[in-house]
């Protein structure tokens, strides 16, 4: 494993930065998971990439993507890691992911094939983003979830007809913090949002908000990758709940 190889996002736009990234060059399959409470994530996550053989030199990780095994990478963020697959053969992950453990009606076992998720089929989840490719138009789209786009609507319609938001620049600044990555889809399920506020507040009396200075602040930019030396304290947190190994979505 390569020292230097470096797998631990800075933050969460350069974890999705990454994820985009790896899509692009062809990274289309995908396994999502937590490390457990109590665990080291930087442990965990060193021996998953010593039995996938994720990392090593650039030369050999070239190498391998032009034959006929598939090339691994692997993202950490907090808890939170994503493995990425090129098409091709992978025994060891497949072996893991693309089998379960089934019970018949007399209770025996038996190993059944399932598909291993595939970001051109089933969208990758994190962090309140939905993250989908689109293989004809060759484009990656990253979107808020439905459950995140519900929760901000809900609160933004909320207080945006309260008199201690009936000043135009207050209701504007409480779009403006909104923790929200500024891609295309992101921005536009945002600007539907203002246009719901500015007809609730048309219907209260208040001045409509300046959609453009709502969304004016929301730009990226910082680190998308720290080395392992410089690795950042686990502290993101997910919906999926804590187990005794990593969990894999549903």
Not at 31 to 42: E, L
Not at 72 to 83: D, K
Not at 130 to 140: A, G, L, N, P, Y
Not at 164 to 188: C, G, I, N
Request: aromatic fraction near 10%.
């Amino acid at each position: 494993m390569d020292p230097d190889y470096r797998y631990e996002a800075a933050s969460i736009d350069g974890f999705l930065s990454q994820i985009v990234r790896l899509i692009q060059g062809g990274y289309v399959y995908y396994f999502r998971g937590r490390v457990p409470d109590g665990k080291d994530p930087h442990q965990v996550v060193r021996k998953l990439m010593a039995v996938y053989g994720i990392g090593g030199k650039k030369w050999r990780r070239e190498r391998r993507y032009r034959g006929a095994n598939a090339a691994a990478h692997i993202l950490l963020y907090g808890r939170i890691f994503v493995i990425m697959l090129t098409q091709g053969r992978h025994e060891a992950f497949y072996r893991d992911h693309a089998y379960r453990t089934v019970k018949d009606r007399r209770g025996r076992k038996r190993r059944e094939r399932v598909p291993v998720p595939k970001i051109t089929r089933k969208a990758l989840h994190v962090f309140g983003y939905t993250i989908f490719h689109d293989s004809e138009q060759r484009k990656t789209h990253v979107r808020l979830d439905d459950g995140t786009r519900r929760r901000v609507e809900v609160h933004l319609l909320s207080v945006c007809c309260w008199d201690a938001y009936r000043d135009r620049s207050r209701m504007e600044r409480e779009f403006q913090r909104l923790p929200f990555q500024p891609y295309a889809p992101v921005y536009r399920q945002l600007r539907v949002i203002g246009e719901k506020v500015n007809q609730a507040r048309r219907r209260r009396g208040f001045k409509k908000l300046d959609l453009y200075a709502c969304m004016r602040k929301f730009r990226r930019g910082g680190p998308a990758l720290v080395r392992r030396q410089e690795a950042l304290p686990a502290k993101a947190s997910d919906d999926a709940g804590a187990g005794s190994r990593p969990e894999v979505d549903s």
